[in-house]
């Protein structure tokens, strides 16, 4: 059963940086392209970035273009979302998902990283 | 970016009941159109990818229809575990979009 596990939340002024983790274990972790997802407090998913398998493409939300950077170890199976210049309405919850099917299908998901951004 | 429109945005029926939800493109994506259901607290979970394929260990009652700009998510005979968020998302180019949500609530 593919698992997938989020770390690295927490509060954090404006302005600053985190980064989040996301460990996958039970599947072959480098077929997988993965996505970041959140979901601000009360409202609907909003898709943030993408990293193929081989970890060779990303793609960024016009929203986090130029602040967020997207990653992954396939050695570790892990995937990374360094986050910086964070703003007030970066707070949400974050998710890792994937599939193994397409790049920007989400078969899997983790159970979510909360990020706060708040002075 | 394609839009995606939910509707109806909340929904209440009763257990039991068999219930449609619609979502709609902006522009065309063939079928490559996904479902999700979320429960409070939880991560969505995938139901349907491909306009009408059933996930692996997704009950039969749930099923998906429609090609191009217009699909629907019909649930059947809804039991209490069925009340929850549902989210359609177009995979067909970046960036990938999600509809609004659709609140399906106990009558």
């Known amino acids: ?119 | 970016d394609i839009q995606m429109t939910q509707s109806p945005s909340s929904l209440s029926a009763s257990v039991g009941d068999r219930v449609t939800i619609t979502c709609r493109a902006s522009q065309g994506i063939s079928n490559y159109l996904a479902w999700f259901q979320q429960k409070p607290g939880k991560a969505p979970k995938s139901l349907i990818y491909a306009a009408s394929s059933l996930q692996s260990g997704v009950p039969s009652k749930f099923s998906g229809s429609g090609s191009g700009t217009d699909f629907t998510l019909t649930i059947s005979s809804l039991q209490p575990e069925d009340f929850a968020t549902y989210y359609c998302q177009q995979y067909n180019s970046y960036p990938p979009t999600f509809g609004q949500g659709t609140r399906l609530e106990i009558k």
């Open chain 1, 1 to 119: 059963e593919v698992q997938l596990l989020e770390s690295g939340g927490g509060l954090v002024q404006p302005g600053g940086s985190l980064r989040l983790s996301c460990a996958a274990s039970e599947f072959t972790f480098s077929s997988y392209a993965m996505s970041w997802v959140r979901q601000a407090p009360g409202k609907g998913l909003e898709w943030v970035s993408a990293i193929s398998g081989s970890g060779g493409s990303t793609y960024y939300a016009d929203s986090v273009k130029g602040r967020f950077t997207i990653s992954r170890d396939n050695s570790k199976n892990t995937l990374y979302l360094q986050m910086n210049s964070l703003r007030a309405e970066d707070t949400a919850l974050y998710y890792c998902a994937g599939s193994n099917y397409d790049s920007i299908r989400f078969d899997y998901w983790g159970q979510g990283t909360l990020v706060t951004v708040s002075s």
